[in-house]
């Protein structure tokens, strides 16, 4: 296990508008993932090849984890402990399940792991739904950036 200094804030309502709202003229790429889920397990590596990848680009990547927050210390922290972790890392806290999926994208359906990709303005221009290889979220992001 890697020995990293990290944390994992709470994100509720209020805070996912700023986030998305607040991007400085970056794009912003949010994957959704749980610590029980196995496909996001799958793909973590991939998000942390792209961030790094990426990271002289206008492009912020953040991890959402759809786990509780009162499994921050139980749960989060020992998955991400196995990463050499380099994006920002929250927990949901929305009033309900239904409202945090209908705030990310009214038509998907929960299913994990799902990925967005906004623009500096905060318009949502990709969802990902599912588990995705490097070379498919590489090809979403560069459309994106590209088109800009």
């Not at 206008?58 to 984890?65: D, H, R, V």
Request: aromatic share 14%; with cysteine; glycine share 4%.
């Amino acid at each position: 296990m890697k020995e990293t200094s990290f944390s994992v804030d709470i994100l509720d309502e209020a805070g996912f508008q700023k986030l998305i709202l607040d991007r400085n003229g970056k794009f912003l790429f949010i994957n959704v993932w749980a610590t029980w889920c196995i496909p996001c397990r799958e793909e973590f590596p991939d998000l942390i090849k792209l961030a790094n990848i990426y990271q002289s680009k206008q492009i912020e990547f953040i991890g959402l984890s759809a786990d509780y927050p009162d499994e921050i210390e139980l749960k989060i922290l020992p998955f991400l402990k196995e990463f050499d972790l380099n994006f920002k890392i929250y927990v949901q806290k929305f009033k309900s399940e239904q409202d945090f999926i209908n705030r990310l994208n009214e038509s998907w359906s929960g299913a994990l792991p799902a990925s967005f990709i906004y623009n500096p303005n905060g318009v949502q221009l990709a969802f990902l739904n599912g588990k995705k290889s490097f070379s498919e979220f590489q090809e979403a992001i560069e459309k994106h950036l590209n088109n800009q």
